[in-house]
């Protein structure tokens, strides 16, 4: 075992002394407190974390030791995981003897998976906020019910790049852009660690659904650290303790033994000191391989290394000072969150409070992107007047809350609020008539009936989400008899056929389904006065029928006040304050290739907005994009800027006759090329008031204009002629930019 020297050593010794260290023969319950007696330490100052976790770990047998590795189920345990996730915490290295919780795991990038709790919008709905405090709340809500239901960690956090808006999680991410996505995570990590330890996910260049257990991702140096990799760096940074490992391989490894990512970028080029832990159940390949490469923790049963582990430490095949390393970095991390937490662990009332639920609902009203509002005669649909008498409300989409996801991420709500429930609250004087658009003539003859016509379309759970079986993974996890023979091979042909009728996965179009389009036609030539309402959680093409549509409103998996959210919005209640946190292209042709069955992939720094810049194709929205129910105007005055980051003062004036919010987006660009790539360096959300004019500082990420130097790791000055632009969304053009002035050039 490792000894403590020096200084520590006599700390140590003077913690255990005065009768907290049990004698030889103490009994079990006496030991039994050695886990609050270091957290007692380090909260006191006797010891620091390190040296606590040392001393936990000198109390330890072989047994015990290895225990921390792995979770603590069994493996019988998993035909049944989807049912006990959402009843209770998964534990991995408790240690009743010492006292040890273990890591007592909650997921949930929606809100906590564990019993009723608040569903809050998907990640990339809060995205569309473009408001990192708010984001923070979110997090210290979910924090707080995770603590509430049990757990002491949260995989909250997904970082992962929508490099193509097909992927089947990308409602679980913040979107395109990696300076949006770094500030969102980071302001969640912030939040949710307060109240339990943080984890982010997926690590590295998890980005498709289907085939997430076999894909084997290329990517060159500048990609990798330049565009896939700083929003990890930035959660890390702001205090995450914990990543959880992805499934796939990068570059020929899976990521689990991955020495690359996990250990000379994580640990050594960023200084993370917390622990990292598998993708549940098919995420580790190699007991000890994984162990080396830096994985702590595999999740959530006891698999590979229960079976491998102690013969490997026994033979000297893996060093006892390789498995104490981990050890240290789980106990560390834990006794270090739990010195942190000033409450007790807070009632179960406060799960989807009042408080929780008002800020569901403020969150879903911000998220909401209008994307068309023309004026039909005098005046535009939105807000709708306050003297109309009869809206028609339509759609199979109308009636439901439409969650999202229904994989790992799945929240149940104590209660929900569907659109057209929303629209009865807020508009009790006012007659509905409903139709499911089944039948395209009930559904024009409602609309052609009713002074506007509200049409709710779009995707849920059957169309994108997690897929939970697919039939690429290695079931040589599951045991000796599963390596190889007729068990492997009836139980991956069972995975294949069960993969065929699972729902979720990877979307094979961006096109909203046909009978949604043939009702938008319908309704809107019975009706011209027609407001859609898009359901979904990334990208929808809308090229084939959006110039019928006067009016347009993206309004995402909206959690359980959805519904409540979308009615403040259309009566004018609150203005649609979200803004789109990826590019809407007019073709998916436009985007970079994607084949959900893919084995290989190729990310490279072309994707998104970035790549419709780069080719010169026109979007139908561009990043950034959203309208209010105002006009506010930007003027960059002033700007100071060098390799660690700057700032830029920006006027806004709003030139309308109502309050009003807007994202100040601050985009730089080498407007030596042909065609210009706009890269987003910061943003501010602010609201002024009618005829309000004010100035506002915006903080600038420097790290878009720099460049890694893969031999030397260090980052310097993209070269170019850079120009910075304060914005409404990612701009067409750079007439007018400022010269991008960087201190000492």
């Known amino acids: 075992m490792d000894m403590i020297a020096g200084r520590g050593a006599a700390r140590a010794q003077k913690w255990w002394s005065g009768g907290t260290r049990p004698a030889s023969g103490s009994t079990m319950s006496a030991e039994g407190g050695s886990y609050n007696e270091a957290v007692r330490a380090v909260q006191t100052g006797t010891l620091d974390a390190d040296e606590a976790a040392n001393q936990l770990i000198d109390r330890m047998s072989d047994r015990e030791l290895l225990g921390l590795l792995d979770g603590d189920s069994p493996r019988r345990l998993l035909p049944i995981i989807p049912l006990l996730h959402g009843r209770r915490p998964f534990v991995a290295g408790a240690v009743p003897r010492l006292g040890i919780p273990g890591i007592r795991f909650s997921d949930g990038t929606r809100g906590v998976v564990i019993g009723p709790s608040t569903a809050f919008p998907a990640a990339i709905a809060r995205a569309a906020t473009w408001d990192p405090l708010l984001e923070e709340r979110v997090g210290l809500a979910i924090g707080l019910e995770t603590r509430a239901r049990g757990a002491n960690y949260s995989a909250s956090i997904c970082v992962n790049l929508l490099r193509h808006p097909a992927w089947g999680r990308a409602q679980e991410c913040y979107g395109e852009d990696p300076v949006l996505t770094g500030r969102m995570g980071a302001a969640l990590t912030r939040g949710v660690r307060v109240h339990v330890m943080a984890c982010v996910k997926h690590f590295a260049l998890n980005s498709m659904?289907?085939?997430?257990?076999?894909?084997?991702?290329?990517?060159?140096?500048?990609?990798?650290?330049?565009?896939?990799?700083?929003?990890?760096?930035?959660?890390?940074?702001?205090?995450?303790?914990?990543?959880?490992?992805?499934?796939?391989?990068?570059?020929?490894?899976?990521?689990?033994?991955?020495?690359?990512?996990?250990?000379?970028?994580?640990?050594?080029?960023?200084?993370?000191?917390?622990?990292?832990?598998?993708?549940?159940?098919?995420?580790?390949?190699?007991?000890?391989?994984?162990?080396?490469?830096?994985?702590?923790?595999?999740?959530?049963?006891?698999?590979?290394?229960?079976?491998?582990?102690?013969?490997?430490?026994?033979?000297?095949?893996?060093?006892?000072?390789?498995?104490?390393?981990?050890?240290?970095?789980?106990?560390?991390?834990?006794?270090?969150?739990?010195?942190?937490?000033?409450?007790?662990?807070?009632?179960?009332?406060?799960?989807?409070?009042?408080?929780?639920?008002?800020?569901?609902?403020?969150?879903?009203?911000?998220?909401?992107?209008?994307?068309?509002?023309?004026?039909?005669?005098?005046?535009?649909?939105?807000?709708?007047?306050?003297?109309?008498?009869?809206?028609?409300?339509?759609?199979?989409?109308?009636?439901?809350?439409?969650?999202?996801?229904?994989?790992?991420?799945?929240?149940?709500?104590?209660?929900?609020?569907?659109?057209?429930?929303?629209?009865?609250?807020?508009?009790?004087?006012?007659?509905?008539?409903?139709?499911?658009?089944?039948?395209?003539?009930?559904?024009?003859?409602?609309?052609?009936?009713?002074?506007?016509?509200?049409?709710?379309?779009?995707?849920?759970?059957?169309?994108?989400?997690?897929?939970?079986?697919?039939?690429?993974?290695?079931?040589?996890?599951?045991?000796?008899?599963?390596?190889?023979?007729?068990?492997?091979?009836?139980?991956?042909?069972?995975?294949?056929?069960?993969?065929?009728?699972?729902?979720?996965?990877?979307?094979?179009?961006?096109?909203?389904?046909?009978?949604?389009?043939?009702?938008?036609?319908?309704?809107?030539?019975?009706?011209?006065?027609?407001?859609?309402v898009l359901i979904g959680g990334s990208a929808i093409l809308t090229e084939e029928w959006k110039e019928s549509v006067p009016t347009l409103l993206l309004a995402w998996y909206g959690g359980m006040e959805g519904g409540r959210a979308l009615a403040s919005v259309l009566t004018g209640a609150a203005e649609p304050g979200g803004r789109l946190p990826f590019v809407l292209p007019t073709d998916a042709g436009h985007l970079p290739p994607f084949d959900p069955s893919a084995k290989s992939a190729i990310y490279d720094e072309h994707w998104g907005q970035r790549r419709l810049d780069s080719e010169?194709?026109?979007?139908?929205?561009?990043?950034?994009?959203?309208?209010?129910?105002?006009?506010?105007?930007?003027?960059?005055?002033?700007?100071?800027?060098?390799?660690?980051?700057?700032?830029?003062?920006?006027?806004?004036?709003?030139?309308?006759?109502?309050?009003?919010?807007?994202?100040v987006q601050v985009y730089a660009a080498d407007i030596s090329v042909q065609r210009p790539v706009a890269q987003l360096l910061g943003f501010q959300k602010v609201t002024l008031q009618a005829a309000e004019e004010k100035t506002v500082r915006v903080t600038l990420d420097a790290g878009p204009t720099l460049q890694r130097e893969p031999a030397t790791r260090r980052w310097s000055r993209r070269a170019g002629d850079w120009a910075l632009l304060a914005a409404h969304h990612s701009p067409a053009s750079w007439v007018g930019a400022a010269p991008l002035r960087r201190a000492g050039s």
């Open 209 to 532: 659904e289907n085939e997430r257990f076999e894909v084997d991702v290329s990517v060159g140096e500048h990609a990798l650290h330049e565009v896939y990799l700083p929003h990890f760096r930035a959660v890390i940074e702001a205090g995450a303790d914990s990543v959880m490992s992805s499934y796939n391989k990068v570059r020929g490894e899976y990521m689990d033994g991955n020495r690359a990512l996990l250990t000379e970028v994580l640990r050594d080029e960023w200084d993370f000191t917390g622990f990292v832990t598998s993708d549940w159940v098919f995420g580790t390949h190699d007991a000890v391989l994984s162990l080396e490469a830096g994985l702590d923790i595999e999740m959530p049963l006891r698999l590979l290394r229960a079976r491998a582990l102690p013969g490997a430490l026994r033979s000297g095949e893996v060093a006892r000072a390789t498995v104490q390393r981990s050890a240290r970095r789980i106990l560390r991390t834990s006794v270090l969150h739990a010195a942190t937490l000033a409450a007790a662990r807070p009632s179960v009332s406060l799960i989807a409070s009042p408080a929780h639920r008002a800020l569901a609902h403020q969150v879903a009203t911000e998220s909401i992107v209008m994307l068309k509002n023309d004026s039909i005669g005098a005046a535009p649909l939105l807000p709708l007047a306050p003297t109309i008498d009869h809206l028609a409300v339509i759609g199979r989409l109308a009636t439901r809350a439409n969650l999202g996801d229904n994989g790992s991420s799945r929240v149940r709500p104590p209660s929900t609020v569907s659109p057209l429930q929303g629209l009865k609250e807020a508009l009790p004087r006012v007659r509905f008539t409903t139709a499911s658009g089944r039948n395209l003539s009930a559904a024009a003859a409602a609309a052609a009936a009713a002074d506007t016509a509200i049409l709710i379309v779009g995707l849920d759970e059957h169309d994108e989400g997690e897929s939970v079986v697919t039939g690429g993974v290695e079931v040589g996890v599951l045991g000796r008899a599963f390596d190889a023979g007729p068990l492997r091979q009836t139980f991956i042909a069972l995975a294949h056929v069960v993969s065929r009728f699972v729902h979720g996965g990877d979307r094979t179009s961006l096109d909203l389904h046909a009978s949604d389009v043939r009702l938008i036609r319908a309704v809107t030539a019975a009706n011209p006065r027609t407001i859609v």
């Open 616 to 663: 010169g194709h026109t979007p139908a929205f561009p990043f950034g994009f959203g309208l209010g129910y105002t006009r506010i105007e930007h003027q960059l005055l002033e700007h100071r800027f060098d390799e660690s980051g700057g700032r830029a003062d920006v006027r806004l004036t709003n030139t309308g006759q109502r309050a009003g919010s807007t994202v």
